[in-house]
Every structure is written in C-alpha cells, then in structure tokens.
C-alpha cells in the first residue's frame, strides 16, 4: 500500500535536465550544465581527508539544525575576507542541498492556498 501522493510523484526534472545535458555534451556540444548544482572537478584532496579524519574521530552525528558553530563562523569569515559582506553565525544556515533548504522555508512560512511567484 502506498499514499495516494505517492502516485503523483514524477520523474525528477533536476535529472531529466542532467541526462539530457550528459547527452548533449556526448554529442560534443558545448554545454554549460547548472542542473543539479554538482561542480564538474573532484573534491580536492584536502576536502577528501578532512572528511575522513572527521569519520576516524567518530564526528558522525547529527548537527543542531543549523550547522556547527564552527562551520558557520568559517563561512561567515570567507564572506567577510571574499565578498566583503559582513554575517553573523546566527544569521547563517548549512544545509544540505537548496532543494532541501527551500522546501523547509516554504514549509515554515507558507499555509494551504498560499500563491508562490518565482520569477
């Protein structure tokens, strides 16, 4: 037994895109591919053993919802340095990904009937 929502769960169009630019660009067509927010470079060494140092020390568990205090303080710090656009942490949230940060914003702000325009 599913829900009945469950049936009207499409494909999803970030992949859709994705394939369809892989096939573009298979074909040797210069093509810029935004879809699915991925950079087309591994992960630099550095991010690569950061993340496995942080799984040997048993850093596995969940986050307060936010993020680390520290991750936000390092972001905040590279907005200041980079962009010169000046943060504070509780003004900065980690998320795992803007499909899922969006949907928990409309989910905190919007009711049933609410009208979205996205331009």
Known sequence: MTSDRIGKVGASETLRITAKAKELASRG???IDLSVG???FPTPDNVKQAG???IDADFT???A???IPELRKAIADKLKRDN????????IIVSSGAKNCLYN???AVLNDGDEVIIP
Not at 84 to 91: L, M, R, T
């Open 29 to 31: 067509i210069d093509v």
């Open 38 to 40: 991925e950079p087309d």
């Open 52 to 54: 496995k140092r942080a």
């Open 61 to 63: 568990k969940y986050t």
């Open 65 to 67: 919802n936010p993020g």
């Open 84 to 91: 010169n656009v000046e943060y504070g942490i509780d003004e």
């Open 105 to 107: 914003f409309f989910m």
